[in-house]
C-alpha cells in the first residue's frame, strides 16, 4: 500500500483521480522540501511538472515519498561561514557594531588631519573611543548588552 499524500484526507485509492487541490498539496510539500535544502531547484521543478500532470493518486504518492512527512521537522546544520554558523560569543552585538563603525570613520578623520599638516597629530580618537569602549567593555563582561 502506498503512503498517504500529506493533508488529503484517507481513505485514498491509487486509481482515484485527483483534483487541483490535491496536485497543490504535494507541490506545496515539494516547495517546502526545497526550502529546507532536501531537494534541489531541477528536482523540485522536474517533481512540480510531474505533479501538475498528474491524474490519479498512484501518480502523486512517489513524488514525496522519499520526503518526511512534517516539514521541518529536521533541523539543518548551519552553512559554515554563515551567521548562525558563528558562536555567539565572537559575533559583535550592534553596540559593538557601532562603535566599530565610529572608530573608523574617527581614525579617518584624524589621518585627513594629519596628512593635511604633513605631520601625524596626536591621535585624539582615543578619548571618545577609549570612555564608550571601556563601557562596553563593562556591560559584556557583566552580562549586560544595552
Known amino acids: 500500500m502506498s503512503a498517504p499524500l500529506p493533508d488529503v484526507p484517507e481513505p485514498r485509492q491509487p486509481s482515484l483521480r485527483v483534483g487541483d487541490a490535491e496536485r497543490q498539496v504535494v507541490v ?17 521543478d522536474e517533481r512540480s511538472a ?3 500532470a ?5 501518480d502523486l504518492v512517489p513524488l514525496t515519498a522519499d520526503l518526511p ?36 570613520i574617527l581614525t579617518g578623520i584624524w589621518a585627513i588631519t594629519s596628512v593635511s599638516r604633513g605631520e601625524f597629530v596626536f591621535f585624539w580618537p582615543i578619548f571618545p573611543l577609549g570612555v564608550w569602549g571601556l563601557f562596553i567593555l563593562a556591560n559584556r563582561l557583566t552580562g549586560r548588552r544595552h
Do not use: C, H, M, N
Open 69 to 104: 512527512a512534517q516539514p521541518g521537522r529536521t533541523p539543518r546544520p548551519p552553512v559554515p561561514g554563515s551567521e548562525a554558523s558563528v558562536p555567539r560569543k565572537r559575533r559583535l552585538g550592534s553596540t559593538e557594531a557601532t562603535w566599530l563603525r565610529i572608530a573608523i
Open 50 to 52: 510531474l505533479a501538475y
Open 54 to 58: 498528474a491524474r490519479t493518486e498512484a
Open 28 to 44: 506545496d510539500r515539494l516547495k517546502a522540501a526545497l526550502d529546507e535544502g532536501r531537494l534541489d531547484l531541477t528536482e523540485f
